[in-house]
């Protein structure tokens, strides 16, 4: 029996010993060591931030009532922090403006802006659309494009001028200093249709417009050729090609239409008296309806 006890202490004690040990054994798992923070290697933010003005262009006139597409780009190397606008009067007094329609493609290296300007209020002469930014390392720029700001009335000016001055051609065709048949649909398009996602135009709009370009009486009739009261992308293609205004228009033939062949190209449409001059009795109305509205 003693023997027996002796034993079961034995037992007892190498199970302790043994429990003891897998502590042991435990406890000299080395604890892992915390992965060091990686230290963040220093970027070189070498470059001040790059502008660029691609709209409105360098000494453009507008009226004051025309509608102004600023679009520009702002770019840098490692992070922008703050981009701000401004229109810069003739006395050099800067007005602040609100940065509106950023692009949703954003980022920190990259700024877009994409908006309009009325600069109704402000007096003629030169003004200046003026745009600096900062990138984080400080590193300040400025760029600025200088615009004519027209505030006669449309009866003092000529058909040109206030044709050109009204913004238009630069609104519709961002970037593009000639429209090609594509760009030239689209942008009458956008005329006949002040909706440019649904098709469905107003008619009596359509008609209106085939009369002051041209006279063209019931040009509804003549474009809706599948009758479903639609105006189809292949009805406007086939319409504006029948009124020929690209064609006639393209006056050096190379298949793309200016500003100006586009000012002229309205004007012979518009001179009603045809003594080729377009007065302010003939354009103000067209003008201010479908280019100024
Ligand atoms: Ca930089
Ligand atoms: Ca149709
Ligand atoms: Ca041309
Ligand atoms: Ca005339």
Redesign the pocket.
């Known amino acids: 029996m003693k023997k027996n006890y002796w034993l079961l202490l034995c037992i007892l004690l190498f199970a302790f010993t043994s429990c003891d040990k897998d502590d042991d054994t435990n406890s000299a798992v080395p604890t892992p060591t915390p992965t060091p923070t990686p230290t963040p290697t220093p970027t070189s933010d070498a470059d001040p931030p790059q502008i660029t003005i691609f709209s409105p262009y360098q000494n453009d006139s507008y009226l004051a009532i025309a509608v102004v597409g600023i679009y520009a780009e702002i770019t840098d190397d490692v992070s922008l922090d703050k981009v701000e606008l401004f229109l810069v009067n003739p006395s050099g007094e800067r007005k602040q403006l609100s940065i509106e329609n950023a692009g949703t493609q954003e980022t920190n290296k990259k700024k877009t802006i994409n908006q309009i300007l009325i600069p109704s209020n402000t007096i003629s002469g030169d003004h200046g659309i003026l745009i600096e930014a900062k990138d984080r390392s400080g590193k300040a720029v400025s760029k600025s494009v200088s615009i004519r700001v027209i505030a006669e009335d449309l009866a003092d000016l000529d058909f040109k001028t206030a044709f050109i001055s009204t913004g238009w051609f630069e609104r519709m065709g961002c970037c593009n200093r000639?429209w090609d048949v594509e760009m030239f649909n689209k942008a009458f398009y956008s005329i006949i249709n002040r909706s440019p996602w649904d098709y469905s135009v107003d008619t009596t709009y359509v008609n209106e417009f085939g009369l002051d370009f041209g006279g063209h009486s019931q040009l509804w009739f003549k474009w809706d050729t599948n009758k479903n009261e639609y105006l189809e992308n292949s009805e406007l293609e086939n319409g504006l090609d029948d009124l020929r205004f690209f064609k006639n228009w393209?006056?050096?033939?190379?298949?793309?239409?200016?500003e100006d062949?586009l000012a002229d190209g309205i004007a012979i449409l518009w001179d009603v008296n045809k003594d080729n001059k377009v007065t302010p009795d003939e354009f103000e109305r067209k003008l201010l309806k479908y280019f100024l509205s």
């Open positions: 000639s393209d006056k050096n033939q190379d298949n793309l239409i200016s062949e």
